[in-house]
């Protein structure tokens, strides 16, 4: 077991910020998020903070680990700390502060809805397995018919958003997963998500500094998927141009 | 009359399937929920929406709420669910004997089951153990836990409820003759504690109603029991792949997004706030995963953690106890009037649990108002922040 | 759950290095070299302003614009200026989806470039 210090970020009501500090015994395994639920199990039961799922499907709990986002269910402690160590958990940039490590997700989750990011779909549509790498390859259909579906990677956890310099600037910016979840579904056919895509707060918003693709949990790779999305709002324009 | 209000305490799949019904039924509902939703057991479910084959054999009134309700989920919220079916594989012969015994139960629970042979289950699903021997399809899924609950919250939302998160409830707000007239809460985002009254009060905290009976002078018979699940970082499958045998340790693989989840165990334990988690049953999940998905041993650990059953029933060991649900009106139980308890169940029939706890709040306060969740679609998860 | 404090300092943030991976530097460079060259920008038309003031002026100028500062100070503006324009040929071709995935190597190669054209320029400016 290890002995190490967790630096928590506190907030009540309209109160000034302020960090607790927690001396904590772990296990080196175990993850940032069991040392958050042990701190509010037996040190201090007003600590707030949000998780569900504990294995990286919910989105829930994403924080700022050391000042970098991480789904602190799947951050092992050994990764982020040593011995004797200290940890600073803070809640998501560029979103409002509920309390202590809580953040309101609902910007993100209107744009999510604005742009109709699929909450399903077949698996045929899922992305690829990271940067440069295609598609899974080839399942066979069910012999019941239709097709295979299935969660999308994008856990519509917030953690692109956090790490977003553009979207600390401007919170109307749609922002990495909800531009990512346009250039999944594509422009054909989509007038809609063209017009959202290339609107002011669409992607010619984005400075690509890339850091969406280097915190997303779950492969999504947002910066990239917002370069390729302006390339199809370009192809889509010129189309129109030509006729 | 005005409209009744109601309390629901707890927001994990029951207590979010009970807003909704009340609130369809035309309460005011308030719901009380210490943590964000689905921060308990029902977050950390393994996710399978159960087709009923896994109780077909030992437990055949839970398996026909389960393939009753799954069929009802699968129509009233697709959102959330992965549709593809499951399958239960035989890799022993031990494995292979159980195989009649399942198909009868199965037939008659009203389970459709098909066998295939151990060659298309490779075609379908190339990670399975190659030595398999029998493999047999039913209709399971598997759901993304915080949005079903998401789903219903929501919806609750929608015709009216209001959820207080990050609140506990402290105390029961009890009249002279030791009824419950309400709750004291204390709002833990800004420290203000206050009283909620109401004419019922549903405790839905599943591994946790003792703590609130407790405060009402009341009792449950209920036995938190636990098990691990361990997430690897590949998808290895499309399907829910289970042991065909009596249920036991880590004998379910499911898929989720690009995740494979091995469960589950099953223990005792006293304090439910906190469950460690041991990392012996973390080998045990890879040695009993890699038998049906040999593939797991490629992969990487990418999360562990434990979820804590709530099982109806003092005696018996865990994999013994029934997983259906039941529903206590405490003047009944404890000569306690305003209170009703709902626990036990399974994710898979939180919807009938809701069903048949609001049909006896309604019973209680003399209301006449027919169940309708099973037919109106939900929400939007994501209209819950909206 | 309502909730109106927003977690964020604004364009500070945009120089916050806290967190950031290669690409935010990138990002926090090429904000920096903006500013800095629109500072300058409007430094050289003061500058120009000074020169309609007379010969005087002028030859006090150039006698200062001679000083070891002074060209530091010019060798500023052309680091700014080659990385901004290098980092700009990166971003615009990122822009049409080219070497996305290789934005990092980019990021060093305009760097690399940056830093080996103010050293020419360096060498040749000191020794001149």
Known sequence: MWKITYRVHRQKGHEAPHYDTFQVEVDPEEYVLDG???????????????????????????????????????????????????????????????????????????????????????????????????????????????????????????????????????????????????????????????????????????????????????????????????????????????? | MSKPHAIVIGAG????????????????????????????????????????????????????????????????????????????????EDDLAYKETFIQGCEACGIPVDEITPQEALRLEPNLNPKLLAALIVPDGTFDPLRLALSFAASAKKNGAVFHLFTDVVDMLLDGSGNVTGVKVWDRTNGERYDIHSDIVVNATGAWVGQITKMAHAHVPIKPTPGIMVA???????????????????????????????????????????????????????????????????????????????????SGPGRSISRT?????????????????????????????????????????????????????????RAFYA | MKADKHNSKGFWDWFNPAGRDVGGWAFILNRISALGLAFYLYLHLFVLGKLAQGPEVFDQFIAAAKSPLYIAGELLVIAAALYHGLNGVRLVLNSFNIGVPRQKQMFYTALALTILGTLVFATRMFAG
């Open chain 1, 36 to 243: 958050v639920e042990k701190i509010w199990a037996f040190e201090d039961r007003s600590l707030t903070f949000r998780h569900a799922c504990h294995h990286s499907t919910c989105g829930a709990c994403g924080m700022r680990v050391n000042g970098v986002e991480k789904l602190t269910c799947i951050t092992k402690i050994k990764d982020v700390t040593q011995d004797g160590g200290t940890l600073t958990v803070e809640p998501l940039r560029n979103f409002p502060i509920v309390s202590d490590l809580v953040v309101d997700l609902g910007p993100l989750y209107r744009k999510m809805e604005a742009v109709q990011a699929p909450k399903v779909h077949p698996l045929s549509m899922a992305p690829w397995e990271g940067e440069d790498i295609r598609p899974p390859k080839e399942v066979p259909a069910p012999p019941e018919g239709g097709e295979y579906i299935r969660l999308p990677d994008c856990l519509e956890c917030g953690i692109c958003i956090s790490a977003c310099p553009v979207a600390a600037s401007d919170p109307d910016y749609l922002g990495p997963a909800p531009l990512a979840a346009i250039q999944i579904q594509g422009l054909d056919g989509h007038p809609e998500l063209l017009a959202l895509a290339d609107s002011q707060e669409g992607v010619w918003r984005c400075h690509s500094a890339f850091e969406c693709s280097a915190v997303c949990p779950s492969n999504v790779d947002p910066g990239w998927r917002i370069m390729d999305l302006r390339k199809q709002v370009a192809t889509q324009r010129l189309k129109t141009i030509i006729g």
């Open chain 2, 13 to 92: 799949f029951t207590g979010t399937a009970i807003a909704h019904d009340l609130a369809l039924r035309g309460f005011d509902v308030t719901v009380v929920e210490r943590g964000p939703i689905a921060n308990g057991t029902s977050g950390r479910t393994h996710g399978l929406l159960h087709s009923g084959g896994r109780y077909a054999v030992k437990d055949q009134e839970s398996a026909i709420e389960c393939i009753e309700e799954n069929i009802i989920l699968r129509k009233i919220v697709p959102d959330v669910i992965e549709p593809n079916g499951g399958l239960f594989i035989a890799v022993t």
């Open chain 2, 232 to 314: 690897y970082d590949r998808r290895l499958v499309n399907r829910a792949i289970n042991r065909l045998n009596r249920p036991s340790d880590g004998d379910i693989v499911l898929p989720q997004r690009r995740l494979a989840v091995v469960g589950t165990t099953s223990f005792s334990i006293d304090d439910v706030d906190y469950v460690p988690i041991d990392r012996q049953q973390v080998e045990l999940m890879l040695q009993r995963g890699a038998e049906l998905i040999p593939a797991i041993r490629q992969a990487r650990e990418r999360g562990v953690y434990m979820a804590t059953r709530p099982l109806i029933g003092a």
């Open chain 2, 325 to 381: 649900f039941k529903a206590y009106d405490h003047k009944d139980l404890d000569n306690v009037d305003g209170l009703v308890t709902i626990t036990g169940g399974k994710a898979t029939t939180c919807r009938a649990m809701a069903e048949k706890t609001v049909d006896i709040v309604c019973q209680k306060l003399g209301l006449n108002i027919p169940c309708t969740t099973a037919e109106v679609p939900l929400t939007s998860y």
